[in-house]
């Protein structure tokens, strides 16, 4: 079964741009989640989207949105950009559903550097 | 701040030496698990521990849960070069979200 694939892998944009990352979760997971993951934050929750809808969320500003689609991609937008936001994104997919913590399997990150 | 604190941040030891790495938090989690994320690549998930005081063990490494759901360790045996990596333990808040608060983190290097 391959595993969660993330695209692209790796990201140079200036402040005030927008990005748009792309997440496919093994084939018959649900349930997608995205953290953010800095040096000086560690990993940190954006959301979560089951069936085309959130589900979770951080505590992360509006400029980071998501949605996911009927085939359970995702794909997570980040408007104006700042620097801060330079950052290692990673998304987790999980079956879903289940009413309880699923094991999350992690794809390998798109590194964003924003200049 | 962060929910979950790793100690220590640094671990840099010998082949064939034993290691305790710690997962403190003043929040109780509803469980409780442990990755391991290697350069380049998303964690992997090592254990899940749900209930307080259970302890799980994978081959050489040893997972307890504390009694009051608020802390773990992760213990390793005999550490091995292939042990190196980046240890993170994940707390679930709330029951049924898929929603992880992380620790900060304990990058371990083992030197053959």
């Known amino acids: 079964k391959a595993g969660v694939t993330q695209t692209p892998r790796y990201l140079i944009k200036t402040r005030g741009q927008q990005v748009t990352l792309s997440c496919s979760p093994i084939?018959?997971?649900?349930?997608v989640s995205w953290y953010q993951q800095t040096p000086g934050q560690g990993l940190q929750f954006l959301f979560e989207y089951f069936s085309e809808t959130q589900r979770n969320k951080g505590n992360f500003p509006g400029r980071f949105s998501g949605r996911q689609f009927s085939n359970s991609r995702s794909e997570m937008n980040v408007s104006t950009l700042e620097l801060g936001d330079s950052a290692l994104y990673l998304c987790?997919?999980?079956?879903?559903?289940?009413?309880?913590?699923?094991?999350?399997?992690f794809g390998p990150g798109t590194r964003l550097t924003v200049t | 701040t962060q929910l979950l604190e790793q100690s220590p941040q640094f671990l840099s030891i010998q082949e064939g030496e034993n290691l305790t790495v710690y997962c403190n938090s003043s929040s109780v989690f509803s469980s409780l698990q442990w990755y391991r994320q290697e350069p380049g690549e998303g964690p992997v998930l090592l254990v899940t521990?749900?209930?307080?005081?259970e302890v799980k063990k994978l081959k050489r490494l040893t997972f307890q849960f504390g009694d009051a759901r608020k802390d773990s360790s992760l213990h390793i045996t005999a550490a091995q070069p292939g042990d190196t990596g980046l240890y993170l333990c994940a707390g679930e808040r709330y029951t049924g979200a898929n929603n992880l608060f992380f620790g900060t983190g304990t990058r371990l290097t083992v030197i053959p």
């Open positions: 084939s018959g997971h649900r349930s």
């Open positions: 521990v749900v209930t307080g005081g």
């Open positions: 987790a997919s999980s079956p879903g559903g289940s009413g309880g913590l699923d094991e999350q399997y």
